[in-house]
Nanobody, 115 residues
Framework: QVQLVESGGGLVQPGGSLRLSCAAS????????AGWFRQAPGKQRELVAT???????NYADSVKGRFTISRDNAKKTVFLQMNSLKPEDTAVYYC?????????WGQGTQVTVSS
């Protein structure tokens, strides 16, 4: 059974930083694209960043230059380093593992940026 477990969310002041982690189990990991998505209240889920098995990254324009996605295939973990956080970054952040047959999602971790 595939499981993705996120951690690292919380409350942070504007301009602060957080590092999200997502640990996978029950599946191969290194050969698939992994990513982070987020969903703010009343809005659709949106892509934040993805990283392929080769390490190629892709970012939403709104987070370019502030967020960095990375992965540790030996630990089956994907990370999202978030710097210079803004109130508009407030959302539930979801980890995603994109396999050919279907995508898998974590349960989400809340990130709140507020003074």
């Amino acid at each position: 059974q595939v499981q993705l477990v996120e951690s690292g969310g919380g409350l942070v002041q504007p301009g602060g930083s957080l590092r999200l982690s997502c640990a996978a189990s029950g599946t191969l990991f290194g050969i698939y694209t992994a990513g982070w998505f987020r969903q703010a209240p009343g809005k659709q889920r949106e892509l934040v960043a993805t990283i392929t098995s080769a390490g190629t990254t892709n970012y939403a324009d709104s987070v370019k230059g502030r967020f960095t996605i990375s992965r540790d295939n030996a630990k089956k973990t994907v990370f999202l380093q978030m710097n210079s956080l803004k109130p508009e970054d407030t959302a539930v952040y979801y980890c995603n593992l994109d396999k050919p047959i279907r995508s898998y999602w974590g349960q989400g971790t809340q990130v709140t940026v507020s003074s």
